[in-house]
């Protein structure tokens, strides 16, 4: 089946250094991808939609010039944390929407390992 | 707007004992989704189920069974015969409309001891 992968899955940096995590759809193309955060505990939050060849669209209170997204192809997009700070420690998760479309009109969603980030 | 509720914050069972999740959503659409993910503590995110909103079948797979039930906007989840791999935390979910932006409950942790 249609696989997402996240790139690296574990990241420790020290505080004010920027850290980029990929997202890949391995055999499908996506034109949508999203950005999830989940602090321990916590459920998942949307952070932003990743649309390849535009803008993302970042939900109301996450910082833009602070995470960074970039969807320069169909099947890559990446988050930037720049001058990460201890506050930005979280697991971030990605998800794209791809494959065939069933009876409903919709496809498959699929979401990446996680990244997590520790920030000293 | 839309906001799926996970009452139960945290289960613990013995193995071999049914246990049943609770998932309550609120939509103001006709058309929607709900999933069920399951996160153990590696902490990738395994799917579970995709249900729409205008299939209320029950559906049952090996161990698992869900109940969707539109009259009281709930979609629970039952783990039958419980094993120790089965202790992760389970997220709930709702997309409106397709179902690429989800919102997720805010999970039930279930452990489940030998």
């Known amino acids: 089946g249609a696989v997402v992968s996240q790139h690296p899955s574990r990241v420790i940096c020290k505080s004010g250094t920027s850290v980029k995590i990929e997202c890949r759809s391995l055999?499908?193309?996506?034109?949508?991808m999203f950005w999830y955060r989940q602090f321990p505990k916590k459920s998942l939050m949307l952070m932003a939609t990743?649309?390849?060849?535009?803008?993302?669209?970042?939900e109301q209170g996450v910082e833009k010039d602070k995470f960074l997204i970039n969807h320069a192809s169909l099947t890559l997009s990446t988050l930037t944390v720049t001058s990460a700070h201890p506050e930005d420690s979280s697991f971030y998760i990605c998800?794209?929407?791809?494959?065939?479309?069933?009876?409903?009109?919709?496809?498959?969603?699929?979401f990446g390992e996680g990244s997590r980030l520790t920030v000293l | 707007a839309q906001k799926v509720t996970q009452a139960q914050t945290e289960i613990s069972v013995v193995e071999k004992e049914d246990v049943t999740l609770d998932c309550v959503y609120e939509?103001?659409?006709?058309?929607?989704?709900l999933f069920w993910y399951k996160q153990p503590p590696s902490g990738e995110l395994v799917f579970l189920i995709r249900?729409?909103?205008?299939?209320?079948q029950n559906e049952i797979s090996g161990r698992y069974s869900w109940n969707f039930q539109k009259s009281t906007s709930s979609f629970n989840f039952t783990i039958t015969a419980s094993q120790v791999v089965d202790s992760a935390v389970y997220f709930c979910?709702?997309?409106?409309?397709?179902?690429?932006?989800?919102?997720f409950g805010k999970g039930t942790m279930l452990l489940v001891s030998p």
């Open positions: 998800s794209a929407a791809g494959g065939a479309r069933g009876p409903e009109g919709a496809g498959e969603l699929f």
């Open positions: 055999d499908f193309q996506a034109t949508t």
């Open positions: 990743s649309n390849e060849g535009s803008k993302a669209t970042y």
């Open positions: 939509t103001r659409d006709t058309t929607y989704y």
């Open positions: 249900r729409n909103s205008f299939d209320e």
């Open positions: 979910a709702l997309s409106e409309g397709g179902y690429s932006t989800l919102t």
